[in-house]
């Protein structure tokens, strides 16, 4: 089973790489199952329902999210009644929506996806190591194959978790910090694992955002607001193959595909 995760999707440009190319992509490596991290589609800052409709209907079977995910005021409706839109599993009791949702493939294939955060230089959540093992226990009778998105700032604590989860689960991918990191690998005991998967949309850029706009703030510190950038789009992610049998991977692969590429792809398989 081929499980593809889409890194960060920052503004238009992200979105577009995905409108445009994402069937194209699915069918060259023979995708069973899409997961992005959308909280930051909406601008660079949030996601509406309008753009997470737009992006289920492009293929993209859950959206992850992370300290963004409430930046936009409407997002408190959609997320109560999308469950295939998750927010961090370790948000205090109260917070609308769910942080994990079991999906199943085109084939019938159950697949739990867990969303879970950070505390190092971030909000101040509840313990993402001891709820993360509750939940992995709880979905183990549902789904053998489950994938997680940890989206978090330190490199320490992204690795600290896939250590903490080798073996439990299918995977760990990082998020967050919006540049892939080229360290992913099958850790031991058999859970692929890579600490940033990347970010889908432009990249020259400062992480998704206007480079002129982010060095006026890092140059004067002064405030200046975030604008999505437009220019050098790229598709940036990890491909997980995983045993049905036992849930563990056994292969994975960073990928970063240009628009050009993409489209590419899309005529090919058209």
């Not at 238009?12 to 930051?40: M, P, Q, T």
């Not at 709820?131 to 549902?142: F, S, Y």
């Not at 760990?172 to 099958?186: C, K, L, P, S, Y």
């Not at 994975?252 to 050009?260: D, F, G, W």
Request: hydrophobic share 45%; net charge negative.
């Amino acid at each position: 089973m081929n499980i593809l995760f889409v890194g960060d999707i920052v503004g238009r440009a992200g979105r577009e790489l995905v409108k445009k190319g994402l069937k194209g992509l699915v069918a060259e490596h023979d995708v069973d199952l899409v997961v992005a991290n959308a909280e930051n589609t909406a601008a660079g800052f949030g996601i509406t329902r309008d753009i997470g409709n737009e992006l289920l209907a492009c293929g993209v079977d859950v959206m992850t999210s992370g300290n963004h995910i409430w930046d936009k005021k409407e997002v408190f409706d959609y997320i109560a009644s999308e469950p295939r839109l998750l927010r961090p599993a370790n948000f205090p009791a109260g917070a609308p929506g769910h942080g994990v949702h079991v999906v199943r493939t085109r084939m019938g294939m159950a697949v739990g996806i867990i969303n879970i955060m950070g505390r190092v230089h971030m909000a101040p959540l509840d313990d993402p190591f001891a709820l993360v093992a509750r939940e992995v226990e709880a979905l183990r009778p549902r789904a053998r194959i489950i994938f997680v998105d940890f989206h978090a700032e330190a490199t320490s604590e992204k690795m600290a978790m896939g250590w903490h989860l080798d073996g439990r689960v299918t995977a760990v991918a990082g998020t967050h910090t919006h540049v892939q990191t080229a360290d992913e690998r099958i850790l031991p005991q058999g859970t692929a694992y890579i600490t940033d998967a990347g970010m889908t949309g432009a990249h020259d850029a400062i992480i998704g955002m206007d480079k002129d706009i982010s060095l006026v703030r890092f140059r004067t510190g002064l405030s200046a607001r975030f604008e999505p950038a437009t220019e050098n789009p790229r598709l940036n992610g990890v491909l997980i193959e995983a045993d049905e049998q036992s849930g563990l991977a056994t292969a994975v692969q960073r990928i970063s595909y240009s628009l050009a590429a993409l489209l590419d792809l899309t005529q090919r398989h058209a």
